[in-house]
């Protein structure tokens, strides 16, 4: 069974271009069935069967993780996904074992998305401007909660970019996506003219489109972007600053991003293409928004034909 995983793990990095993290979190899933089925006297992928699932999936409804709580049902699904991934491989590759299909996911409650709108979301991309900082980071930080906003990008997709990237002319650019898929995304006249006003005060030769501007970046020989983790300080950051009491992240923007499409009229297909979701499912989180537009179309036709005769 180890052989065989270490082979769909090798298959997923070079095959399908996952990124290391992704392909990482798969090792974690499989590692946890491969230990399990270890104990149940199951080696080769011929003995996974249709109740050594059950019985596994039995087992991480009732794993207890280290803070003392049970799996939420996501995480457990995460598992379950890994798992068929791991089946569909042996089916390509011609070795027996369960049919993918026959692994089933655990129902979970619809995920709900937070996301900001009206004046949080204005506090917010105004709030970089008005803190006591140098001009070239005031600039900086505003670009990239603009871009944000305006493309929907994920913080990993932002902090790739390298100025040679961006076409601020056409206002549009290709990003390279999760699965190395490709999209296109769009510049609002805002963002466009932030990333302008930033790359204006740009001197260092540093290709990245978004780097660090203090005295040790200024001293190192090798060319970095902001980190992942860095751009979500920021965020963070500013979200305070804006007096907003909610946790907000990067993925927050995103769906901010989505959901003022949606709001404004966008069809659900098209916010799948822009945001990069290789299925419909995963863009269905955002169904909640219709609830506005639900609210208003009851407000304007339910009881009227009674509200003349009252």
Known sequence: MEKYIKNFLEYLEVNRGLAKATTDNYRFYLSRFREYTKGQGVVAPAKITKEIVHKYRLWLNRLVSGEDKNLKKNTQNYHLIALRGFLKYLVKTDIKSLEPEKV?????????????????LERMLAAPLNIEAPEIIKKRDKAI???FFSSGLRVSELCKLKIE???????????RGKGAKLRVVFLSDEAKRAIEEYLKLRHEINPYLFVSHDKAASGRQNHVG?????????????????GIAKQVTPHTLRHSYATDL?????????????LGHSSITTTQVYTHITDQQLRDVHKAFHGRRRSHNL
């Open 262 to 274: 949606l709001i404004n009229g966008a069809d659900i297909r098209s916010v799948q293409a822009m």
């Open 165 to 175: 990237n961006i076409n601020l002319k056409k206002g549009e650019f290709t990003v």
């Open 226 to 242: 902001l980190t992942p983790r860095s751009v979500q300080r920021l965020v963070q950051k500013y979200a305070r600053l804006a």
């Open 145 to 147: 909660l603009e871009l």
């Open 104 to 120: 089933e996911l655990a129902k979970q409650e619809q995920r709900q998305v937070d996301f900001l709108e009206g004046s949080d």
